[in-house]
């Protein structure tokens, strides 16, 4: 289970920010499989034909919005 339901990074959330959200088809055809808290940085990972690869990493002195997932 993933505790990182969606990633939006930006200081104007409704207007000028980029939304990442766990499931969402991303680069050709790729989809967001995890985002994962590290100690300085959220990491996007995505899958394709049962691969994981890293996609895109966050610093955490971005302004960053995190949802998280409910269902425990």
């Given at each position: 289970m993933h505790l990182i339901?969606?990633?939006?990074i930006g200081r104007?959330?409704?207007?000028?920010?980029m939304h990442y959200s766990v499931g969402q088809e991303v680069y050709g055809g790729h989809i967001i499989d995890s985002i994962i808290e590290e100690d300085d940085k959220?990491?996007?990972?995505?899958?394709?034909n049962n691969e994981v690869?890293?996609?895109?990493?966050?610093?955490k002195?971005?302004?960053?919005?995190?949802?998280?997932?409910?269902e425990y």
């Open positions: 339901r969606k990633i939006s104007d959330y409704k207007n000028d920010a959220y990491s996007i990972y995505i899958i394709k690869l890293p996609w895109k990493d966050f610093n002195n971005m302004a960053i919005a995190i949802e998280y997932n409910l």
